[in-house]
């Protein structure tokens, strides 16, 4: 390349010193003509054979385009391509949020028709999360139709799509008992790619809509939901037990 331009710039130079000497031969130095705007102009310029000219100026062309580095096209950037979703979210999912958040003293009966567990999906058109119908556990089921309440809850999740859900988490730590709310984005290995960026995409306008829980859980199997992981999100080395069975 530096040879190339090297060469470019000799012949270059060749040109004008035969145009020079040219012109010189034929005019003298001092005479003068006015161009087209009243500027004077050297006489040998403009007697100067349009043919060399014209290959002067391509041969300097040619050696500026040689030397400048080309510059790649600016790459979007995360904003430009971050994809919104635009979902939606069910009043009663809303409803049902503040019904587990909100711990309000109840005759017995009403405690049982709480919820321990529910699991919310899109709707067909994946334009408005909502409750999934069935997909739940009340309080009153545990102990009753309910053995161990997460395994149950667990095997509710679907093996092969994407699914948001609130579970009411009761466990132990070495100073008290406790109720938290957790929320888990279940999206599975073996979910669909388009479910999984639907799922993705949208778990912030869920989340807007649960103010004030404290945990939260992505699992991508079976084996990111044991009792250990859970245990670690909700407390760490502090909880000793979790709905009942130590850790």
């Known amino acids: 390349m530096i040879r190339t331009t090297l060469l470019e710039y000799m012949s270059l130079l060749a040109l004008l010193y035969c145009a020079m000497a040219n012109c010189r031969a034929r005019c003298k130095p001092s005479s003068f003509s006015a161009t087209s705007t009243g500027a004077p102009r050297s006489r040998w310029c403009s007697s100067l054979p349009r043919t060399a000219w014209a290959s002067s100026r391509a041969a300097a062309s040619s050696a500026t385009k040689a030397r400048a580095p080309a510059i790649p096209p600016p790459s979007p950037g995360p904003a430009a391509a971050a994809i919104a979703s635009g979902v939606q979210v069910a009043d009663e999912v809303c409803r049902i949020f503040y019904d587990m958040k909100v711990r309000k003293c109840s005759t017995p009966e009403e405690i049982k028709k709480r919820k321990k567990a529910v699991i919310f999906c899109l709707s067909p058109d994946k334009k408005c999360i909502i409750v999934e119908e069935g997909k739940e556990i009340l309080v009153g089921d545990v102990g009753v139709t309910v053995t161990d309440p997460f ?42 790619l388009k479910s999984k960026m639907i799922y993705a995409s949208s778990k912030d306008a869920i989340k807007k809509k649960f103010q004030g829980i404290k945990h939260e859980c992505q699992a991508n199997g079976p084996e990111d939901l044991n009792r250990a992981c859970i245990a670690e999100k909700l407390g760490g080395s502090l909880v000793v037990a979790f709905e009942g069975s130590p850790v």
């Open 151 to 192: 395994k149950h809850f667990v095997q509710m999740l679907p093996e092969k799509d994407c699914r948001y859900a609130l579970y009411d988490a009761s466990f132990e730590t070495k100073e008290s008992k406790k109720e938290e709310l957790m929320f888990f984005l279940w999206a599975p290995e073996q979910a669909p």
